[in-house]
């Protein structure tokens, strides 16, 4: 069944060259119950490993069922120990968080067996563990344990059961149950191969080999030992089958597995589980409430801009380059109500015009103070900026030339001064003038950023001659007659300012700007739209620093499971079960963080609208971002550590301390 020839091993400590094994051939026949002696260091567990598919020989070639299998692939080789080969170890290596069931049935995940289960109890009770079922290896004593490591051997009906010294670990009680199991498994067939130091375990085999420094120095088979048939073909077959026609296990299956251990592996370290996601949680709760804020900031500013209307023309000093600002003094226009008087005779293009202009105000009703903007406008201020007062009126072309003091409030402003009482006809002061409240205008709503209700409209002359003051307006708002005439408007307006103050080009540049809604709606959706980038940006760097905490845990949790791995890989696992294993424990983790990280970014901007009053909307697209962004991050973060684990050498990983 097994056949090695002239196998030699070296490993290099530092500068030493340790001859591990030398030359060794070796056959070993069906039914076999071998016993492998020899001194500490003789290279038992060596030649054991070879034997078993962890390790390779550096020379010579290795027959099972007659095939050639020295230069098998490592997925090959795991197909093999999963399925023809079981361990059982000195140490038992159980995986510690995991019941005596679920140790035993950890080959059958990786033959793709899965729906075997029953398998796997079957076994504990073979090996007297019925009742024992559900402990947990920590709950069991040695012997229980190494019957749960021989249970876990035997699921997938092995051809060959490998011990290297089963019993060192033992008590000389339990040492005697473990032999006999090992000996009742030989009798129904398979071959047992037991590496021991210890004569009266050996005194069980039928079949002694002694190793001495890397070879072997005898072999010695006891007369009564059983001839057995050699079945080499059957089990050759056997082999041959496994290698050529590679398991096919559903996706799905195979999923839910992974799935299952990664929710253990999580589950056995709660805490350091919490804290990463938690980490991811963070990140997406702020992608989702800095984006919903930026998309309220949005949607309130396209409503105030639609209340504007789309006719709307602004003539204000100033550049545009300069945000109204001129830098040289001198070329800037200043406007007067003579300017708004002669645009508004351009009756060809132009509706109506309301020049205004703007100032802070002390307003003071009884005991009631509160500091507000005050808006000096023209008497058609009320259709161009549908401003039409939701209760009471707006003033008129003869208030505005008698610079009469009436007042329009803001719902803000009533609310600070007047509560719920009714403020029509009351008189406040403003900036210590008597004023009649004469209306209170449309409410519009408040964004991130400001409070469109906080403000009180005058008549423009009032304004400027009785409360600040000014001699000149500061805008000038036109309505185009038509959506169709806003360019010939513009032009116009353009054209009237140039001629009356005789500009050159460069001054007509400089010294004013006339701005329509397109240009105004673009400039604000820019900046809105950076605003957003800005948020979004912040909130992605708090998920990439999620994601490297992520990371951090992954590289943690593969070096302190090192000997998992190395046991996985022993009954079955192939480089890329561990690899998927470890990135969908990865990507579970960035997962449970993005769903809880929606919730509670929504829980957030819920909070903001209610508490705050602003303007703030979640969207779709950003859920669907930020959950799928961290997926990404649990994918890419994940990748290195899950790399890193699959890349581990079994036995290397088994030894790990
Ligand atoms: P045994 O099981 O008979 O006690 P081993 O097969 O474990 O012996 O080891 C044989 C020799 O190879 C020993 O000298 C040991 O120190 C050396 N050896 C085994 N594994 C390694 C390794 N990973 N690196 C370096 N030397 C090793
Ligand atoms: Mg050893």
């Not at 079957?122 to 402990?135: F, M, N, P, Q, Y």
């Not at 005439?485 to 001054?507: H, T, V, Y």
Request: aromatic share 6%; charged share 20%.
């Amino acid at each position: 069944m097994i056949e090695i020839k002239n196998i030699s091993k070296t490993y290099q400590m530092g500068k030493v060259e340790v001859k591990a094994l030398t030359g060794v051939s070796l056959k070993i026949s069906s039914g076999e119950f071998v016993a492998i002696m020899g001194a500490s260091g003789s290279g038992k567990s060596t030649l054991m490993h070879i034997l078993g598919l962890l390790d390779r020989a550096d020379s010579g070639a290795y027959y099972l069922g007659g095939k050639d299998i020295t230069q098998l692939g490592d997925e090959d080789q795991a197909r093999l120990r999963n399925r023809i080969i079981g361990f059982v170890f000195q140490q038992f290596h159980l995986l510690p968080r995991m019941s005596a069931l679920e140790n035993a049935e950890l080959p059958l995940i990786y033959a793709g067996k899965r729906h075997l289960v029953a398998k796997a109890k079957e076994e504990l009770i073979k090996v007297g563990l019925a009742d024992r079922i559900s402990h947990r290896p920590n709950e069991l004593s040695g012997g229980q344990q190494q019957r749960v490591a021989i249970a876990r051997s035997l699921v997938n009906d092995p051809l060959i059961i490998f011990a290297d010294e089963p019993t060192g670990n033992l008590d000389s009680k339990s040492k005697v149950e473990i032999i006999n199991i090992l000996q009742k498994l030989n009798q129904q067939g398979k071959i047992v191969v037991i590496v021991t130091h210890e004569p009266e375990v050996a005194a069980y085999c039928q079949r002694v080999i002694q190793m001495r420094d890397g070879v072997i120095i005898s072999d010695q088979r006891k007369p009564e030992a059983r001839k057995i048939p050699e079945v080499v073909s059957i089990e050759g077959n056997l082999v041959s089958n496994l290698l050529s026609r590679p398991r096919k296990i559903s996706g799905e299956t195979k999923f839910l597995d992974y799935l299952r251990q990664a929710a253990a592996a999580m589950l056995s370290n709660k805490m350091r589980s919490i804290l990463s996601i938690l980490g991811i949680l963070i990140g997406v709760c702020s992608v989702i409430a800095m984006l919903a804020l930026g998309q309220g900031a949005k949607e309130s500013i396209q409503k105030q801009l639609a209340s504007l209307g789309s006719n709307l023309l602004v003539v204000r000093p100033g550049s545009l380059k300069t945000h109204g600002v001129s830098m040289q003094t001198g070329t800037v226009t200043r406007f007067t109500l003579a300017d708004a008087a002669s645009m508004a005779k351009l009756t060809e293009v132009v509706k109506s015009v309301s020049p205004s202009v703007t100032g802070r105000g002390q307003m003071v009703y009884g005991s009631n103070n509160w500091n507000t903007q005050v808006e000096g406008v023209g008497a058609d201020y009320e259709s161009i900026r549908a401003a039409y007062p939701a209760v009471g009126r707006f003033f008129t072309e003869s208030e505005v030339k008698m610079r009469e003091k009436v007042v329009l409030l803001g719902t803000t402003v009533v609310k600070e001064l007047f509560g719920e009482a009714d403020p029509i006809g009351q008189t406040l002061k403003i900036n210590l003038l008597n004023f009649k409240v004469i209306g209170i205008l449309p409410a519009k709503g408040a964004n991130t950023f400001h409070d469109q209700d906080d403000t009180a409209v005058i008549p423009v002359t009032t304004a400027m001659f009785r409360v600040f003051g000014k001699e000149y307006v500061d805008t000038i708002y036109v309505e185009a007659k038509t959506p169709d005439s806003i360019d010939a408007a513009q032009a116009a307006l353009s054209e009237l300012i140039i001629k009356q103050r005789r500009l050159n080009p460069k001054e007509a540049e400089e010294s004013f700007q006339i701005r329509n809604m397109s240009d105004i709606k673009d400039t604000l959706e820019a900046t809105t739209k950076t605003m957003s980038m800005l948020l979004g940006a912040i909130a992605g760097i708090s998920l990439l620093v999620g994601g490297i905490g992520i990371m951090n845990i992954m590289l943690v949790s593969v070096t302190e499971r090192t000997r998992e791995i190395g046991l996985r890989k022993a009954i079955g696992a192939t480089h890329k079960d561990i690899m998927v294993q470890f990135l969908i424990e990865a990507m579970l983790m960035s997962f449970l963080g993005g769903i809880f990280g929606v919730l509670l970014g929504w829980a957030v901007a819920t909070l903001i609208t209610v508490f705050a009053g602003w303007t703030v909307r979640v969207s779709l697209f950003s859920v669907a971002l930020s959950t799928s962004f961290s997926l990404v991050i649990g994918v890419t973060f994940g990748l290195w550590p899950a790399k890193k684990a699959a890349a581990l050498d079994p036995i290397e990983a088994l030894r790990y301390e």
